[in-house]
């Protein structure tokens, strides 16, 4: 079975931190996705990468950066944490029709 | 503009009957829909997938319904246990990348 596996369940974070959220996959998949899900807005697509290096902004991509510099591993960032950005966030990668998501980090910015 | 709803956000359920949760989409160029569990604080799980060409799909008591005239499709769940209390969320696929959801439905099963 497909694994994606994030590096933290819980963060909380302060308010200007800069924010790493880390994603491994272990099952070669080149494509790879950030959601934030929020109560009430489904999962709402971040950024997603294609392959090594390649990213294309998703739907809700400002105040996140991405990188992708090994396949298996897909890294948000927060440049610089604000309370809005408080939600849950879910690393996903497919081949196929199917998405895999990893776990889930509940984030907090205070 | 909303691609993909689920205008029910709850849904009560007796154990042992059916449950029916619904989806509405609007773009008809989605080749694959398919249905999420999401318990709190973990990721969604993949359930059951239908393809665009086909109507029905069936995996133990689950079953998705495809109706492409109407734009909608459901999930039944039967018989309803209590461990399929969850959020459900269906999504729609366009190409290789896209993956669209819906707001999700929280589906409560009652003993």
């Known amino acids: 079975d497909v694994k994606v596996t994030q590096s933290s369940r819980y963060l909380v974070k302060r308010t200007g931190e800069k924010v790493f959220l880390e994603c491994v996959q272990d099952?070669?998949?080149?494509?790879m996705f950030w959601y934030r899900q929020d109560p009430g807005l489904g999962l709402r697509l971040i950024y997603f990468?294609?392959?090594?290096?390649?990213?294309e902004k998703g739907d809700i991509p400002e105040g996140y950066s991405v990188s992708r510099e090994k396949k298996e591993r897909f890294s948000l960032i927060l440049e610089s944490a604000s309370t809005n950005q408080t939600s849950m966030y879910l690393c996903?990668?497919?081949?196929?029709?199917?998405?895999?998501f990893g776990q889930g980090t509940r984030l907090t910015v205070v | 503009d909303q691609q993909v709803k689920q205008n029910s956000p709850s849904l009560s359920v007796q154990e042992g009957r059916i449950s029916i949760l619904n989806c509405d989409y609007t773009?008809?160029?989605?080749?694959?829909f398919l249905w999420y569990k999401k318990y709190p604080a973990e990721g969604p799980t993949f359930l059951i997938s239908?393809?665009?060409?086909?109507d029905k799909n069936e995996d133990g008591r689950f079953t998705v319904f495809l109706n492409k005239s109407a734009k909608h499709l459901s999930l039944h769940i039967v018989p309803s246990q209590p461990g399929d209390s969850a959020v459900y969320f269906c999504?729609?696929?366009?190409?290789?990348?896209?993956?669209?959801f819906g707001t999700g439905t929280r589906l409560k099963v009652l003993a």
């Open positions: 996903a990668s497919n081949r196929g029709a199917k998405a895999f």
């Open positions: 990468s294609y392959d090594v290096k390649m990213k």
């Open positions: 239908i393809s665009s060409i086909k």
């Open positions: 773009n008809s160029m989605f080749d694959y």
């Open positions: 999504a729609a696929k366009s190409g290789t990348y896209k993956y669209i």
């Open positions: 099952m070669d998949h080149e494509n």
